[in-house]
């Protein structure tokens, strides 16, 4: 069993509700926020913290609760997860509208859900082999926002499945932003490049980029569809994937066609800081 919070209450997720004047669900005005625990501990807290608030800041959404009062209680669900069979670590979801609206557009009071999930990880597999993905000519809006705004993927879920793929790669114009549900990198010799414009800022993006500083030269700029032609590697970050290579995009296959070296080097690393968080 796993518990959450809702507008100052507590109790197991299943017993939650949002109203149905809620303008999340009237108009899709909502944000969310996810990540995981290590160890059962929030991992990179306070830069999930950071973006959260900078999230409800451009939707014009005042968050109820302060970042300690909000730590407080996600180590209360934490615990009564656990001791309800749930594993030490979980996955946590925020997840903030515009409240109740009466007369169905006005912000009042934004309604605050906190709820812990079980961590649904990428398979073996995906890491050993890669993944493929498309290519969609698609710019979200409010792409530095986590709004709860994912009818792209959705709608092309259809498409996604019949190229045999796993997710999107969107582009403009001729430039990469990211994926559906994830941030982008490509690795040419001893660069790392992503891109930073039309972005959520993601914090396993972050973190990597953190961890590769060493080893590489990080490069943050338009990336061009064009460069992958030449690119030896790519991959993609998010919570759940970690460093996941990417192998094909469309019809090119990206370097040799195998998770290359590199990839697998910054996903050891990753799990190396996880393991000791």
């Not at 498409?159 to 932003?177: R, T």
């Not at 914090?203 to 338009?222: G, K, N, S, W, Y």
């Amino acid at each position: 069993m796993y518990y959450g919070y809702f507008n100052g209450t507590i109790a197991p997720t299943d017993k939650l509700a949002v109203g149905i004047t809620d303008l999340g669900l009237l108009r899709g005005y909502g944000l969310f926020d996810y990540f995981l625990t290590y160890n059962g501990r929030p991992f990179q807290w306070d830069w999930y913290w950071e973006r959260f608030q900078n999230s409800a800041s451009r939707m014009h959404l005042p968050l109820p609760l302060d970042k300690d009062a909000t730590y407080s209680i996600l180590m209360n669900l934490i615990e009564r997860s656990v001791e309800a069979g749930a594993p030490e670590d979980v996955a946590f979801r925020f997840v903030m509208t515009g409240g109740y609206a009466p007369d169905s557009i006005s912000i009042v009071k934004p309604n605050l859900l906190i709820l812990t999930e079980e961590i649904h990880p990428t398979p073996l597999i995906q890491y050993e082999q890669g993944i493929k993905v498309i290519l969609d000519e698609y710019v979200r809006e409010m792409a530095e926002v986590k709004s709860v705004d994912y009818k792209r993927v959705i709608l092309m879920a259809q498409a996604i499945k019949s190229a045999g793929a796993s997710d999107l790669l969107f582009q403009k114009g001729g430039e990469i932003s990211e994926l559906s549900r994830s941030n982008f990198f490509i690795i040419k010799g001893d660069k790392l490049i992503t891109p930073n414009r039309n972005i959520l800022h993601g914090i396993t993006r972050r973190t990597v980029m953190q961890l590769a500083q060493t080893d590489f030269e990080i490069e943050e700029r338009p990336v061009l569809l064009s460069e992958l032609y030449d690119a030896e590697e790519a991959f993609t970050t998010s919570s759940t994937k970690k460093v996941l290579p990417i192998t094909q995009i469309g019809d090119l296959t990206v370097g040799d066609g195998h998770a290359g070296p590199k990839s697998a080097f910054l996903l050891e690393r990753f799990n190396e800081l996880v393991k000791n968080w």
